[in-house]
C-alpha cells in the first residue's frame, strides 16, 4: 500500500475537505485529488463522495481510515523509542554521487546534525556503481544515487524525487539557445562522462531511444564539475542535471541547447541494503524532507 497517499487520505478525512488538506499538507488540490484517486485504485475501493463543498467517507473510507489511524499513530510512538535509539557518538556513512551531495542532500544532513549534534557524518563520493558496492561491502549504511534503472538485485532502492537534465553549451556555440532535434545534436562532439557514470548511461538511452546515432566523444571526464568547466572554457556539449547549471546559465558562462519533443529526466534514489535498516531516524526523516516538497 502507498502510505504517502494513505497519510493524506487521513489528513482529507480529518480536515473533511480536499482544500483544506491540501493547504495544511503544502501541496495542490490536484494533487491531493490524485492521490486519494490511485489509493482507490489500488485498494479497488471507492473511499469518499461529495457532500456539498466538502467530502464524505463511504463505509469502505471509514474503515481505511481507522486503520490508517491506528498505523500512523503506532508510527508516532514508534519514532519517538527511535529518537532515544540514536545514540551518542553513533556514526552515519553515506556514499552518494556527485549530483545528491552537491545539490540536493546538505541542508537536510545540516538540519539533522543541530537536531542530533553527536551524530557523526561521513561521506564518501563516487559514481553509481561505486556508491552499490560500499552498500553491499557493509562500507556505507544509506547509498544516494542518481539514475534511470534500479540497480543491485540485493539493494532496495526507494524513489525520492525526480531530477530534470539539459545539454548546454558555452554561449557561443551555434546550438547555444536554439531549439533542435536530437538528429542535429547526434552530429555536434560531446563530452562523456566515465563509463559507469549513470550520466554516461542516460545519453546513451535519450539516443539510442529515439534510434539516432550516439554523438562523436569529443572527450571523456570523470567528473562533473570538470565537464562543465571544459564547456565554461568553450569546447563541447555535455548533459547535465539542470540544476547544475541554473547559475551558470544565469550568468551566461553556460547556454542550455533545448531537444524537441524529448524531456531528460532520472531519478534520486536512497539505497539500502535489503532486509536490514540501519538508523531508522535518519531514513525517516530524510523521506518526510523529500516528501514536503512534491
Known amino acids: 500500500m502507498n502510505l504517502h497517499a494513505l497519510r493524506i487520505f487521513t489528513k482529507v478525512a480529518d480536515l473533511g475537505s480536499i482544500t483544506a488538506a491540501a493547504n495544511e499538507l503544502r501541496l495542490s488540490q490536484p494533487a491531493v485529488t490524485i492521490q486519494i484517486r490511485n489509493l482507490e485504485k489500488e485498494l479497488g475501493l471507492q473511499l469518499t463522495k461529495s457532500k456539498g463543498r466538502g467530502i464524505q467517507l463511504t463505509e469502505d473510507g471509514q474503515f481505511v481510515y481507522e486503520q490508517g489511524l491506528r498505523l500512523f499513530h503506532l508510527e508516532a510512538q514508534i519514532e519517538d523509542k527511535l529518537t532515544l535509539f540514536v545514540a551518542k557518538d553513533e556514526k552515519i556513512q553515506i556514499a552518494t554521487s556527485y549530483i545528491p551531495i552537491n545539490y540536493v542532500l546538505p541542508e537536510y544532513i545540516a538540519n539533522f546534525k543541530l537536531m542530533y549534534p553527536d551524530v557523526e557524518f561521513v561521506v564518501s563520493l563516487g559514481n553509481v556503481k561505486s556508491v552499490e558496492e560500499k552498500i553491499r561491502n557493509y562500507e556505507a549504511d544509506f547509498g544516494f544515487v542518481v539514475q534511470s534503472n534500479i540497480g543491485h538485485e540485493d539493494l532496495t532502492f526507494e524513489k525520492l524525487m ?123 526523516y530524510i523521506k518526510e524532507q523529500f516528501e514536503s516538497r512534491q
Open 162 to 284: 525526480e531530477v530534470e537534465f539539459a545539454f548546454v553549451a558555452h554561449p557561443s556555440h551555434p546550438l547555444a539557445n536554439q531549439i533542435v532535434s536530437l538528429s542535429e545534436l547526434s552530429q555536434e562532439e560531446l563530452i562523456y562522462r566515465e563509463k559507469g557514470s549513470s550520466t554516461r548511461d542516460l545519453v546513451e538511452a535519450v539516443f539510442y531511444a529515439q534510434n539516432c546515432p550516439l554523438p562523436k566523444i569529443g572527450l571523456q571526464m570523470q567528473g562533473l564539475f570538470e565537464s562543465l568547466k571544459v564547456v565554461e572554457a568553450g569546447y563541447g556539449i555535455v548533459l547535465a542535471p539542470f540544476l547544475s547549471v541554473t547559475d551558470s546559465i544565469e550568468t551566461n558562462k553556460l547556454a542550455r541547447i533545448f531537444i524537441k519533443n524529448v524531456e531528460i529526466k532520472q531519478s534520486l534514489f536512497i539505497c539500502t541494503r535489503k532486509s536490514e535498516l540501519t538508523n531508522p531516524t535518519f531514513v525517516r
